[in-house]
């Protein structure tokens, strides 16, 4: 049993500790993603979602100017874009594809800006990479309680507003109808997606975090007829790819051509979308199958 | 005679320099089966969203007896649901009860059988662990009937619930909310454009014609004379075969195109 997992798991992975942390914040993460990803699917704004987690590149940028953590950088940015979309209307179902285009194209602007004058400091590109595309074994342990602290709040949130968010994301009528205060609830869910989408950009990086989003929520989606068992399949999946992820990137330190390990975003993006087309192509084979 | 469950009292609403609605009165009582007739235009949804307490009328009253939180059950129209939204019709049921309500739901024995009994009540056991998108679109009435009904409303509305609906289903939706609004004493207000549905299980009539209306029972207001008045110029109200066909006098008429349309 012990050779056969170290035939699996290189010698150091649970020992180490970069990767334990990376586990840890990647789980956190993930759950807080998946969830909000199942609204988000159900609502039709992976746009926004996506958008939101680019325009994190801004903030992850400006954090690393300023010399601060990329946790509130990426937050603070999404959510700032969040609000700026709000205004510009995202709310209704014409405007909200502009709102969101209007906003990222300026997001990525700044981004451009930012990032160029981050290698100037530095004179090396590995701070975009690790803007864009995440980094996860080299998370500073002192962003955990950040990351903590904001995945409680969104998960605090989401609960809190359950039933009215799932009736308002079904149909705003129908919430209407019952007197929901149907755009306030649709600001929330925002916000709630932009810190889960800042989250996300922190260890996959700002680029992939719509992967962690959509991906581990359209699959639920299609296993299962149910939303309460939605929200916990994604978050599972989620953990699952991200664990799973981290571990065959530690791997691949060891994998020939030897001393190049592959990013872990990488592995974890490409196990969201197998996940996802295995589902896709079971339903395909038998189209009434979901439970 | 109780208090009416709903009292609309000269209801008057203008966007921009059109008036939608000019002057509407009438009253609902618990029990009664109501038909709000009128052409596309003729200030239907604009009337029920004012009823719903989504916009303020210029002038006029709207009183629902017990306010209107709760009180008021609504079906919208065309409700079309994406088939891989993950929601089992039993969900959409069980949200017309606590949808409003913040925190988790707490599954419990006593939720679970008034969800069960909604579902009987409008013939949807059947099917209420599908997906439903994935329903038919009668199916999805009752699903939403029940959705509506189910926090024990005094006044039901529905807009425009047979308009993409098959003859059969119409029927059969028609059935049963005339049931419906005899067995639990509940007034329905149901919107359509095509009265003939309607004319077997109507009560009264609410008809609408350029934002304004005249009620009472079929035969008070379907007539000649009446409908006349309230469109402001001749039209003849046939009867062929126990079904009603409204025809403009004048065919050159804007109103021309409601009483070719009344033909199905």
Known sequence: MATLLHAIVEPGFFSSAPVRLAAEMGALVAIVAAVVGVFTVVRGQAFSGEALGDIGATGGASAYLAGISSVWGFVGISVLAAAAMELIGVQRARGRDIATGVVLGAGFGLAALLIYLGTLQTSTSGSTVTILFGSPFTLSPSDLPLVLGFGALVLVTLAALYRPLLLASISPELAAARGLPVRLIGVAYLMALAVAVALSAVTIGAILSTALLVGPAATALALTNRPGRALALAAMIGVAATWLGLLLAYDSYYWPPRHHGWPPSFFIVALVLIGYLAVAARRGGGRRGAR | ?264
């Open chain 2, 1 to 264: 005679m109780d208090q009416p469950a709903l009292d609309v009292a000269s209801v008057t609403v203008q966007f921009g320099s059109r008036r939608v609605l000019d002057g509407v009165t009438f009253q609902l009582r618990r029990g009664e089966f109501t038909g709000l007739i009128g052409s596309n235009g003729a200030g239907k949804t604009t009337l029920l969203r004012v009823i719903l307490g989504q916009q303020s009328p210029d002038q006029g009253t709207v009183t629902i007896a017990g306010g209107r939180h709760g009180a008021v059950g609504y079906v919208p129209q065309k409700f079309l649901l994406d088939p891989d939204m993950p929601l089992r019709g039993r969900d959409l049921v069980a949200l017309g009860l606590d949808g409003h309500r913040l925190g988790l739901p707490r599954p419990s024995r006593q939720r679970r059988e008034r969800v069960q009994a909604m579902l009987a009540a409008v013939g949807a056991e059947r099917f209420a662990d599908a997906r439903v998108g994935r329903l038919s679109g009668g199916e999805q009435q009752r699903i939403l009937i029940a959705h509506a009904l189910i926090s024990e409303p005094q006044l039901l509305l529905l807009d425009e619930p047979l308009a993409n609906l098959d003859l059969r289903s119409a029927k059969e939706v028609v059935s049963l909310l005339a049931q419906i609004a005899r067995e639990q004493r509940i007034a329905v207000l149901i919107s359509a454009h095509e009265m003939n549905p309607l004319l077997p299980v109507m009560d009264r009539v609410v008809y609408l014609a350029d934002g304004r209306a005249v009620s009472g029972t079929t035969d008070e207001v379907i007539r000649t004379d009446v409908l006349s008045h309230l469109y402001g110029h001749h039209v003849d109200v046939l009867r062929l075969h126990g079904r009603v066909v409204v025809v403009a006098g004048d065919i050159d008429d804007h109103h021309a195109d409601h009483g070719v349309l009344e033909v199905d």
